[in-house]
């Protein structure tokens, strides 16, 4: 006869407890996410693409690039993205758990987390409400992009447009410049 397996669950409570190892410990419905850091190729980057986001955003104030960010449902559900672009806080949102709007999370592909980011967050950040998930592939020097209700990983390669909410021009983003 088979036996259930029990499959732990936890809070954002409990992820304060977790060590500080080097590891990225992340929950989803309670089901805890486990990758290995960054290493150097993947921090440059999310460096690069902060530094190309952050011109584009800063001068605007109205939104933040942080890195890395975090999308929070309490009590069971709390995702890092490498990058997280959101707009300006407003009054009163001053913890992660206080954001309900979100414009864009970037996930750097790594040998640790490709499976994860492409199979179980990017569909977790559209249903939590993020406008836009960004998957980079630095293998094939690519950005995956999906959005709500459209088709899944639509791969931009040479430039790639964004055009926020509230922002009046897009950015022309130029992947060779990225990846060089």
Do not use: C
Not at 154 to 167: D, F, R, Y
Request: overall charge negative; glycine content about 8%; cysteine-free.
């Amino acid at each position: 006869m088979a036996m259930p397996l029990h499959m732990p669950t936890y809070t954002v409570d409990d992820l304060e407890g977790f060590p500080n190892d080097g590891n990225r410990y992340e929950l989803l419905d309670g089901f805890l996410l486990v990758t290995p850091g960054p290493g150097f190729p993947h921090q440059l980057v999310a460096s690069r693409l902060a530094y190309l986001l952050m011109a584009y955003l800063n001068p605007s104030g109205k939104a933040l690039v942080v890195g890395p960010g975090a999308v929070e449902l309490r009590p069971k559900t709390h995702l890092e993205p490498d990058l997280l672009v959101l707009p300006a806080p407003r009054a009163g949102e001053k913890e992660w758990a206080d954001f309900s709007r979100w414009w864009l999370a970037v996930e750097v592909f790594s040998r640790g987390s490709r499976m994860y980011d492409r199979n179980i967050k990017r569909d977790a950040y559209l249903a939590l409400g993020v406008a836009e998930v960004w998957l980079v592939d630095r293998d094939t020097q690519e950005i995956l992009v999906s959005r709500p209700g459209e088709p899944a990983d639509v791969a931009q390669t040479g430039k790639l447009i964004w055009s926020p909410p509230e922002m009046p021009e897009p950015l022309e983003l130029d992947l060779a410049e990225l990846f060089r």
